[in-house]
């Protein structure tokens, strides 16, 4: 089954169980889903439907940062909720161990020596992480790395 059928399988199943905040963040997330298809004129596939879902993810921890810096707990619990829904559906995120092996494997295989090369190790570890990891993280580790810290 594809990401896609799963997450409407789970639509359905929120509106016969009745859960109104489930099925709002779900309906979001296939209403991005079909924003991306209609600008695109393309059929998504699971990678891109885990793109799509990383950007929501992202937009979401922004909003929480900000809604708990503004006191408004209210509304960070419910963004709280949505991104724990969204990151259900994100392949398993990678161990420390294996992301550090990674980012060593780029740099290496990119030829990369010095900060300025960060950006063609990044492209090289964007596809291969994409949804299993914090991009944010990924970016400090290599920035480290290649600073030589």
């Known amino acids: ?9 789970d639509v359905k199943a929120a509106m016969r169980a009745r859960n109104a905040k489930t099925l709002g963040t779900l309906r979001l997330l296939l ?3 079909k924003q991306r298809e209609v600008d695109e004129r393309v059929v998504l596939d699971d990678a891109a439907v885990v793109a799509v879902i990383g950007k929501m993810l992202k937009q979401r921890r922004d909003s929480i940062s900000q809604y708990a810096a503004a006191g408004r707990n209210d509304l960070a619990d419910a963004e709280q909720f949505e991104s724990e829904l969204l990151s259900a559906y994100l392949p398993a995120a990678l161990p420390t161990e294996a992301l550090v092996a990674a980012i060593c494997e780029a740099i290496a295989s990119t030829g990369a020596g010095s900060p300025a090369d960060m950006g063609k190790v990044m492209a090289e570890l964007r596809p291969r992480l994409n949804g299993r990891a914090d991009m944010g993280e990924v970016s400090r580790l290599v920035k480290a790395r290649l600073a030589g810290t």
């Open 1 to 9: 089954m594809t990401l896609k059928a799963r997450i409407n399988e």
């Open 31 to 33: 209403a991005a889903i």
